[in-house]
């Protein structure tokens, strides 16, 4: 059964600092892995899709890394600002189904 | 483009009583479909997903059951809740026949079973 672990499991950085969020899975036989941020009392909005056959996928400020033999992905944020303060979330994805981690939360601060 | 709507974005009911949380999809045809509960300081828990109408694949045993009418229709019932069915419920739609699309979200309902 998949684990997928990410740490910490909240963060707090001033506003201009590069940060990186771990996410890490037990099971490498994976057909993609996928980012999402949650806002308080909403959904998760997609933001970004890594194929298990790809190492990394960027938009914008953001840049996802996939090892899969070491079961690890990456999120980096670059110069972060209070506006990306929310809960980030990973998954990986099997045929229809995705398992989720818990999530790490993240504040901006000013 | 895409959108999915999911409602109602509350709801209070009574132990005992009956559920019908409904979402819909627009934009697009055949999506595989989600549900998933995600309850206080826990992860998100995948309930039910379907790649097709009246096909419907469940993950968890519990007393909630769903349904897929039309194509981009969902709907999550109970006939009777449990306190334990509080959380955050989810719908989600991926393109149908992909195992590479990204996962798209409702807004989500927060059930309260009091």
């Known amino acids: 059964k998949q684990e997928v672990t990410q740490i910490p499991a909240a963060l707090s950085v001033p506003e201009g600092e590069n940060l990186v969020l771990n996410c890490s899975f037990t099971d490498s036989a994976i057909y993609n892995l996928q980012w999402f941020r949650q806002d308080p009392g909403k959904g998760l909005t997609s933001l970004l899709l890594i194929q298990s056959s790809q190492r990394e996928q960027t938009s914008g400020r953001l840049n996802a890394s996939l090892d899969k033999s070491s079961g690890r992905s990456t999120l980096y944020i670059a110069a972060s600002q209070p506006g990306d303060s929310a809960t980030y979330l990973c998954?990986?994805?099997?045929?229809?189904?995705?398992?989720f981690g818990t999530g790490t939360r993240l504040q901006v601060t000013l | 483009s895409q959108t999915i709507h999911q409602w109602p974005a509350t709801l209070v009911q009574p132990v005992g009583s009956p559920l019908s949380l409904e979402c819909t999809v627009e934009g697009t045809s055949n999506p595989n479909l989600y549900w998933y509960r995600q309850a206080a300081g826990r992860g998100l828990q995948l309930l039910f997903y379907?790649?097709?109408?009246?096909?419907i694949s469940s993950e968890v045993p519990q007393n909630l059951s769903a349904s897929r009418p039309q194509d981009r229709q969902f709907i999550l019932s109970s006939k009777k809740l449990l306190l334990s069915d509080s959380g955050f419920y989810l719908c989600?739609?991926?393109?149908?026949?992909?195992?590479?699309?990204?996962?798209?979200f409702g807004n989500g309902t927060r059930l309260t079973v009091t």
């Open positions: 379907s790649v097709g109408i009246g096909q």
């Open positions: 989600a739609w991926s393109v149908g026949g992909s195992y590479n699309s990204p996962l798209h």
């Open positions: 998954a990986t994805g099997t045929a229809s189904k995705l398992t």
